[in-house]
């Protein structure tokens, strides 16, 4: 395979690659179809950070969200880095992208200091797929901010993956922020 992986600070992204991103969440998000997706009335931390994978062609055809954060894991301060926004074109699924792209975020998160594990939350349609990764499903609180305010997230599945420790499989997890 000739697809090139790289790792970008978001807020550094060119104009182009700006709008290929764009255009690659409107492949795998098509205007309409989810218009009563009730995540949208939930606040998303934006990514600081971004593997993407370029094609042959050096089209984007996959695309995962990399943040690192101050949180905690029962009361205890904690460096936990998150995976969020995992995009693959509709026509190059199926080829291992998206595992290629965390796997260059877990590289990432053993290269950042401090990092203690990592946390992703997920439709429960993907528990297998992420769990053939390595992820595991955290059965404990996951509280975050929305609008500032503390609350407790439920809206999708939270998953786990061992870093500079364990995994955390109960307990509760502060993001201090909104959900990534």
């Not at 790792?7 to 098509?30: F, I, Q, T």
């Not at 998160?109 to 429960?124: K, N, R, S, Y």
């Amino acid at each position: 395979m000739g697809e090139t992986v790289t790792l970008d600070r978001v807020g550094d992204l060119s104009a182009p690659a700006r709008e290929a991103l764009r255009a690659l969440s409107v492949a795998v998000y098509p205007p309409g179809q989810f218009t009563d997706w009730p995540g949208r009335r939930i606040e998303w931390a934006e990514a600081e950070w971004c593997v993407r994978i370029h094609g042959d062609d050096g089209a984007l055809v996959s695309y995962v969200g990399v943040s690192v954060r101050d949180g905690e894991r029962d009361g205890r301060s904690v460096r936990i880095g998150g995976i969020g926004g995992v995009k693959t074109d509709p026509s190059m699924r199926r080829r291992g992208l998206a595992a290629r792209g965390m796997q260059r975020a877990h590289e990432f998160f053993l290269d950042e200091a401090g990092v203690e594990f990592a946390l992703l939350v997920c439709q429960p349609r993907l528990l297998d797929y992420y769990t053939g990764l390595g992820w595991q499903e955290f059965a404990g609180r996951l509280l975050v901010r929305q609008h500032g305010a503390p609350a407790e997230f439920t809206f999708n599945r939270v998953m786990t993956c061992g870093v500079r420790s364990a995994a955390p499989q109960t307990g509760t997890i502060d993001l201090l922020g909104p959900p990534w």
